[in-house]
């Protein structure tokens, strides 16, 4: 072999190796390593001790995406867990050097209760704070609920006699009691309140403000939507677990018909702009009735209703056939007392919940 031969070989040979050395170091510095750095920083600061549950899960998936050699969107998303798994130790490690962010929202967190607790007319007690606290809160409030319970009980009876007895007071006594289901439903609403912000006292720094945010702008949001309709048109609430729902009372039908009666495009546009404000969320619309005539044909006649509306929207929106859950409850979900007939007005309604993604 020739000199110019040896030489030519030689270089195609280191070539070779540089070109190797390469992919090594290409991979060294991958998806991999990152994910790999990210761990041993979580763990670093204390995730294995403090978060053992979502540091061992993260690294038992990181082991397995290295031996089955993952794609792209697999890494992403430990990349991305790996980076929330290193703020929660980081916020742990940082709250338990620094007593007074932790003494913060504890105070934060006996405040809600205390405002909680004032609704109802109770004091929170001055012994007790944190988890206590709101276990203690939480018994009472179970109490008054069951006290109003034991009522609508005990007239549930009651007017099972006076059905049979006095006849003209049957209707009073449900009205009474309709009433008091309502308070009910608010009382538990409420508790679900407190349930959510003992969750979030209880969450790290990072969740809460994250929770709290979601919440803060479907308020906002909900608050925007309000005022579109007008106090006569809908009312809009916000449910504990963070749906939307849009109590419609001025959609218009004929007596014992399911079409809505023209002249109403402009309601409907209201309710699909309030859809849009939410992309990708669930939406269902619950047709209701008064207790005008029987169950069975209010029901038949709620979820036909629920339908055409579920059916007017879905083709504004340009949905497929489906996409929109409709259902019907009949009287069974009154608002209002049908005693008279402006409270009938508000029961005849369509509800449309709308649940956002989270």
Known sequence: MTTSKMILVALAMALAIGLAAGARAADEIGPAAEVKSLLDRAKDLGAKGQLPTAWWDLDKRYKAAREGAAGAATWDLLRRDARGLVNRAAFIKEMRERKSGMEALLGRFDQALAEIAALHGLETAPSLTGSAAAADLMTRLDALNFGRQARIDSLTVANRHLTDTVGGRFAVQESTITALQVQVSSLRRQVWETELRAGVAEADRSAAESVLSRRQQRADAVAAIQADFGPEKAEVSLTPAGAVVLQVFGLEFGVGSAEVRGGQDTLLDQIVAAVERFPGAQVAVEG?????????????????????????????????????????????????????????????RIDVVITPVQ
Do not use: F, K, Q, Y
């Open 288 to 348: 209701h009735t008064d207790d005008t005539g029987t169950r069975e044909a209010n029901l038949r006649l709620s979820r036909r209703r629920a339908e055409t509306v579920a059916n007017l929207l879905a083709g504004r929106l340009d949905w497929g056939v489906g996409e929109i859950v409709a259902t019907g409850h009949g009287p069974d979900r009154p608002v209002a007392l049908n005693a008279t007939p402006e409270g009938r007005a508000r029961n005849r």
